[in-house]
T-cell receptor, first 109, second 117 residues
Framework: GQNIDQPTEMTATEGAIVQINCTYQ??????LFWYQQHAGEAPTFLSY??LDGLEEKGRFSSFLSRSKGYSYLLLKELQMKDSASYLC??????????WGAGTKLIIKP | ETGVTQTPRHLVMGMTNKKSLKCEQH?????MYWYKQSAKKPLELMFV???????ENNSVPSRFSPECPNSSHLFLHLHTLQPEDSALYLC????????????????FGPGTRLLVL
C-alpha cells in the first residue's frame, strides 16, 4: 500500500530551527509537496521537490532524497506565526496526491 | 475576490437534512477537487473534475453528490449523512488536472466545517 509518515506533533522555541521529517512509500513518484495549514484555514502551498537536494525559499527549506523515500522541511528563525500543521504529500505514478496526516508544530516563546 | 472561496464556513445538519456546499475559484483553473479532512487523518480525495467532467470518484458513498456546472464552480450536495461524515470539507483547484501536463500545484479554499448530529 501507499504510505506517508510524519510526526504527529512537534514543539520548538521562537527563534530556533526545526526540522519536520516525512518518509514515504508510494507507487511511483512524481514529486513531493509541503503545505502549511493554520487552524481553521486553507492549506497553503510551501514547496515542491522532484529532484534530490535542498530547495531554499527564505526561512523555509525543503530537502528530498528519492533513494531513501525521505524529505524534510526546515524552518529557521521560528516565529509565533509558524505555529500550524505542516502537510507532506507525494504525487504517485497516477499523478494522484497521497497525503500524510500532518505535523502540528507548536512554537513557544 | 481572489483564490478559492467556500461557503458556508460552518454547517450543522441533522441526518435527514439536505444541504449543499459551494466552492468558487477565481484563478482561471480547469480542474477542481473535493477533499475530506478528519482530525489527525490524511486528506481523503473525494472527487476530481477536469473541464467540468468528473474524472475520479474514490468510492465515495452516494449520500455525497458533486456538481460542477462550469470550471469556476463546484458543489457538494449532501443528504442523509451520518455522524461519521462530520469533518472539514476542502475544495481545491489546479491549472489542469494533475497528470495531463505533469504535476500541478493545488490551491485550497478555507473549507466548510461540517457537523452531523
Amino acid at each position: 500500500g501507499q504510505n506517508i509518515d510524519q510526526p504527529t506533533e512537534m514543539t520548538a522555541t521562537e527563534g530556533a530551527i526545526v526540522q519536520i521529517n516525512c518518509t514515504y512509500q508510494t507507487s511511483g513518484f512524481n514529486g513531493l509537496f509541503w503545505y502549511q495549514q493554520h487552524a481553521g484555514e486553507a492549506p497553503t502551498f510551501l514547496s515542491y521537490n522532484v529532484l534530490d537536494g535542498l530547495e531554499e525559499k527564505g526561512r523555509f527549506s525543503s530537502f528530498l532524497s528519492r533513494s531513501k523515500g525521505y524529505s524534510y522541511l526546515l524552518l529557521k528563525e521560528l516565529q509565533m506565526k509558524d505555529s500550524a500543521s505542516y502537510l507532506c504529500a507525494v504525487m504517485d505514478s497516477n499523478y494522484q496526491l497521497i497525503w500524510g496526516a500532518g505535523t502540528k508544530l507548536i512554537i513557544k516563546p | 475576490e481572489t483564490g478559492v472561496t467556500q461557503t458556508p464556513r460552518h454547517l450543522v445538519m441533522g441526518m435527514t437534512n439536505k444541504k449543499s456546499l459551494k466552492c468558487e475559484q477565481h484563478l482561471g483553473h480547469n480542474a477542481m477537487y473535493w477533499y475530506k479532512q478528519s482530525a489527525k487523518k490524511p486528506l481523503e480525495l473525494m472527487f476530481v473534475y477536469s473541464l467540468e467532467e468528473r474524472v475520479e470518484n474514490n468510492s465515495v458513498p452516494s449520500r455525497f453528490s458533486p456538481e460542477c456546472p462550469n470550471s469556476s464552480h463546484l458543489f457538494l450536495h449532501l443528504h442523509t449523512l451520518q455522524p461519521e461524515d462530520s469533518a472539514l470539507y476542502l475544495c481545491a483547484s489546479s491549472q489542469d488536472q494533475t497528470g495531463t501536463a505533469g504535476p500541478e500545484t493545488q490551491y485550497f479554499g478555507p473549507g466548510t466545517r461540517l457537523l452531523v448530529l
